[in-house]
């Protein structure tokens, strides 16, 4: 194991410390981003020293048992693993799709800290379980390929272009697009999604009973 400093998907808890490893668990599930892994490495110290556990099993089920009060259920596993020596529990935390997670309260990351989730965090958290909206956040940051109708003019029927853009945001309730310099953002609703089997990725064609022309 290379020794990492804490940040938002990464914290350092020696055995005596697991008094907030709940806390820590719903923050890491509902703040971890899709195809990222969030992890705690018990036994280990901020600065990078090791002071390992006495009982690894123990440290295991105590982590089954802090995760099995959570709902909806996480995506976890524990490894045990040595460093300098010294037996250590790593565990890891996925995104799964069903946040928010609840243990009590509910808290999220914010940089290196647990903090309580506020109305709004609630809010988006829940926007991101709908299915459209969780496919598109998979592809943010990434080129997609995006079709408006090109019902201009008069011009009615499937004449769709085709565009590569780059999906550079997703809420509850819109997606913005960007080709270059230039933006555009569309309202979920309006948006079906499809494949582009020639590129391997992403299809997104705006409706073209809302949108009647490209907007470049």
């Known amino acids: 194991m290379v020794w990492q400093a804490e940040d938002s998907l990464r914290e350092k808890k020696l055995e005596n410390d697991l008094g907030d490893l709940l806390k820590t668990l719903v923050a890491f599930a509902?703040?971890?981003?899709?195809?990222?892994?969030?992890?705690?490495f018990i036994g280990e110290r901020d600065d990078g020293s090791v002071q390992g556990v006495t009982n690894a099993d123990n440290i295991q089920k105590s982590v089954k048992k802090e995760a099995d009060k959570i709902y909806p259920e996480i995506y976890y596993r524990t490894e045990v693993y040595e460093r300098d020596g010294k037996k250590c529990v790593r565990v890891d935390v996925k995104h799964n799709g069903l946040a928010p997670h609840f243990g009590g309260a509910s808290w999220v990351r914010k940089g290196p800290?647990?903090?309580?989730?506020?109305?709004?965090?609630?809010?988006?958290?829940?926007?991101?379980r709908l299915a459209k909206t969780?496919?598109?956040?998979?592809?943010?940051?990434?080129?997609?390929?995006?079709?408006w109708s090109n019902r201009a003019h008069g011009v009615f029927g499937p004449n769709w272009g085709q565009y590569p853009c780059t999906l550079v945001e997703v809420t509850g309730y819109f997606s913005t697009f960007a080709d270059g310099q230039r933006r555009q953002s569309e309202p979920n609703e309006?948006?079906?999604?499809?494949?582009?089997g020639s590129n391997n990725r992403l299809h997104i064609y705006v409706n073209p009973e809302m949108?009647?022309?490209p907007p470049w």
């Open 190 to 196: 309006w948006l079906v999604l499809g494949w582009d």
């Open 113 to 128: 800290t647990t903090i309580l989730a506020t109305p709004e965090v609630y809010q988006q958290l829940i926007e991101l």
């Open 134 to 147: 969780r496919e598109l956040r998979q592809w943010l940051g990434k080129t997609v390929s995006v079709s």
């Open 211 to 213: 949108r009647t022309r």
């Open 30 to 40: 509902n703040s971890v981003a899709p195809n990222d892994t969030a992890q705690i």
